[in-house]
Structure formats: structure tokens, C-alpha cells
């Protein structure tokens, strides 16, 4: 809205108020030659004095440039965010400013979120942040772990991706400071990527308040956990806080249409600066 309404008056400006400008800062420099009253230097000014617009296009036209950059960079390269919940957990905390590249998964239309440049997709073990497919005026960040054609299974809280178990190696006990409680925590890999999670010893295995989202005959529920066949141009996104995100397990597949971009530093944490750098 701000990029329509300060381009209108850019626009105006161009075409309508900045002509109008220049031709009476013209007669102006021709009158005071002829009467040879001014020099060089108060010619200048004069003529300054004619350009220069009007207070109100001062306000609205010239910021145009400044907020049409800003757009561009948001649009189709890189995004702030900031993490509101404990969903990832310990990748990133509550507070975290991230940057989110969006470029990387292809060059989108704004608003209409229709890709039309294709660069790449999204890989298992990236961390994404979405459009909510129940919500789409509210973002989510997640990681990748199955892509269409996957087969995602959680059993015990053992995670499987076309029935091959994930490696995990056990952690020393993550203790949550907001909380005051500790979770158990593994370093988890798939494909190339490590990264670390989160278990909570006392919750269930299996999911609880499964909604009724598109593609839900692809999965089927049971007190040990749940199996899913993600549908192609789908991703089956997971938080690395197990026990405490609302995720895929809980309303469902998250399609291309409705991805956001690849997060990939945390640039500040006010509340712990030491949070700065790259992360997986």
C-alpha cells in the first residue's frame, strides 16, 4: 500500500509537477541574466530554489525510491522474521531475528505468492518458513522432512523417512531456562544435515487433535504414532522441539504455493547477542 501510494505521487511528480518546475526555474535564470544582477554562485541557488518541490511531494514522491528497494529486497530476496514460540527449540529460541532467504526456492510474484522463476525446492533437513495452510495471513518456520513422494513415519518417537530410521545420537539434557525443565536431546541427521531436537520423556507418543486437512487419507493414526505419504508439491514439516510444536503431525501438508523461503542466520537476540551466526 505504501509502495501504490508514494509511487501515484512519484508518478505525478515525473510527468506533471517536476516539468512546471523546471521551466519557471528557466525564466527565472533567463530574467535575472538579462538584468545581470546575479553570479554564478546565486544563480545556482536560484535555480535550486525553483526545483525544489513542495513539502507534501518532499513526504510522498521522494521516499518512493527508498520503499521501492525495500519491496524488492523482501520480495525476492531476503526477509526478516522474528521466532515467537519454542517450536524449534534448540535450533532457535523465543526472540530469535532471523533472515529468511527467499530466493533460493525460486522467484515468486508477491502477494499472489505464484512462482515464476524456478531456482530450486526445498531439501529434507531445511529449515522453512511457510505461509500456515490454516491461516495463510500467519507465517510458520519448520524443517523439511519429507518432500512429495516421502513416506514420514514417527513411531515412538522414532522418526522414519521411506522406512529408514533416522540416526540419533544422544545429547546431554537441554534444560529450558523460561520453563525451568529439561527435555531429553539427540543430534538428529538426515540427508547431509545434522541438527539437534528435543524429546519430552512424559508426553505420549502418539498425536493428539488431528485436524481434517486436504490430503488426510494419506495418513493414518495409532497410539504408537502415525505414518504419512506426502502428495507431490507437498512438504511434511516437523518443529525440532517434538513434543511441543504444532505441525504437520496436527493439520497437515504444507504445499509449494505456500512456501515462504529458506531461514539461515539469526541475526540478533537482544536478549543473548551470542545467538548471532548461521544455522542448520
Same mark, same amino acid.
Given at each position: 500500500?505504501?509502495?501504490?501510494?508514494?509511487?501515484?505521487?512519484?508518478?505525478?511528480?515525473?510527468?506533471?509537477?517536476?516539468?512546471?518546475?523546471?521551466?519557471?526555474?528557466?525564466?527565472?535564470?533567463?530574467?535575472?541574466?538579462?538584468?545581470?544582477?546575479? &553570479? %554564478? /554562485?546565486? !544563480?545556482?541557488?536560484?535555480?535550486?530554489?525553483?526545483?525544489?518541490? *513542495?513539502?507534501?511531494?518532499? @513526504?510522498? $514522491?521522494?521516499?518512493?525510491?527508498?520503499?521501492?528497494?525495500?519491496?524488492?529486497?523482501?520480495?525476492?530476496?531476503?526477509?526478516?522474521?522474528?521466532?515467537?514460540?519454542?517450536?524449534?527449540?534448540?535450533?532457535?529460541?523465543?526472540?530469535?531475528?532471523?533472515?529468511?532467504?527467499?530466493?533460493?526456492?525460486?522467484?515468486?510474484?508477491?502477494?499472489?505468492?505464484?512462482?515464476?522463476?524456478?531456482?530450486?525446492?526445498?531439501?529434507?533437513?531445511?529449515?522453512?518458513?511457510?505461509?500456515?495452510?490454516?491461516?495463510?495471513?500467519?507465517?510458520?518456520?519448520?524443517?523439511?522432512?519429507?518432500?512429495?513422494?516421502?513416506?514420514?513415519?514417527?513411531?515412538?518417537?522414532?522418526?522414519?523417512? &521411506? %522406512? /529408514?530410521? !533416522?540416526?540419533?545420537?544422544?545429547?546431554?539434557?537441554?534444560?529450558? *531456562?523460561?520453563?525451568?525443565? @529439561?527435555? $531429553?536431546?539427540?543430534?538428529?541427521?538426515?540427508?547431509?544435515?545434522?541438527?539437534?531436537?528435543?524429546?519430552?520423556?512424559?508426553?505420549?507418543?502418539?498425536?493428539?487433535?488431528?485436524?481434517?486437512?486436504?490430503?488426510?487419507?494419506?495418513?493414518?493414526?495409532?497410539?504408537?504414532?502415525?505414518?504419512?505419504?506426502?502428495?507431490?508439491?507437498?512438504?511434511?514439516?516437523?518443529?525440532?522441539?517434538?513434543?511441543?510444536?504444532?505441525?504437520?503431525?496436527?493439520?497437515?501438508?504444507?504445499?509449494?504455493?505456500?512456501?515462504?523461503?529458506?531461514?539461515?542466520?539469526?541475526?540478533?537476540?537482544?536478549?543473548?547477542?551470542?545467538?548471532?551466526?548461521?544455522?542448520?
Amino acid at each position: 500500500m505504501l509502495l501504490l501510494f508514494t509511487g501515484f505521487f512519484y508518478v505525478l511528480d515525473l510527468v506533471r509537477f517536476r516539468p512546471k518546475r523546471r521551466e519557471k526555474a528557466r525564466m527565472a535564470l533567463e530574467n535575472a541574466q538579462q538584468q545581470g544582477q546575479l &553570479n %554564478g /554562485k546565486a !544563480l545556482r541557488k536560484l535555480k535550486n530554489f525553483h526545483l525544489r518541490p *513542495p513539502v507534501w511531494l518532499e @513526504y510522498t $514522491a521522494s521516499f518512493f525510491p527508498v520503499i521501492l528497494f525495500v519491496f524488492l529486497l523482501r520480495s525476492f530476496v531476503i526477509e526478516p522474521f522474528k521466532i515467537p514460540s519454542g517450536s524449534m527449540i534448540p535450533t532457535l529460541l523465543v526472540g530469535d531475528l532471523i533472515l529468511v532467504n527467499k530466493f533460493d526456492y525460486g522467484i515468486r510474484l508477491p502477494i499472489i505468492d505464484k512462482k515464476i522463476i524456478p531456482v530450486s525446492n526445498p531439501q529434507r533437513g531445511d529449515v522453512m518458513v511457510f505461509r500456515y495452510p490454516k491461516n495463510p495471513k500467519l507465517d510458520y518456520i519448520k524443517r523439511v522432512i519429507g518432500v512429495g513422494g516421502d513416506v514420514v513415519e514417527y513411531r515412538n518417537k522414532q522418526l522414519l523417512v &521411506n %522406512g /529408514k530410521k !533416522l540416526q540419533q545420537t544422544p545429547l546431554e539434557k537441554y534444560y529450558d *531456562p523460561t520453563n525451568f525443565s @529439561y527435555s $531429553a536431546q539427540f543430534r538428529e541427521q538426515i540427508g547431509d544435515k545434522t541438527h539437534r531436537i528435543l524429546n519430552d520423556e512424559d508426553a505420549p507418543p502418539f498425536v493428539v487433535g488431528v485436524d481434517d486437512y486436504d490430503y488426510r487419507d494419506q495418513c493414518s493414526y495409532d497410539v504408537t504414532g502415525f505414518k504419512c505419504t506426502v502428495p507431490e508439491g507437498h512438504y511434511f514439516m516437523m518443529g525440532d522441539n517434538r513434543d511441543n510444536s504444532s505441525d504437520s503431525r496436527i493439520w497437515g501438508f504444507v504445499s509449494d504455493r505456500q512456501v515462504v523461503g529458506k531461514a539461515f542466520l539469526v541475526w540478533m537476540n537482544f536478549s543473548d547477542p551470542s545467538r548471532v551466526g548461521l544455522f542448520y
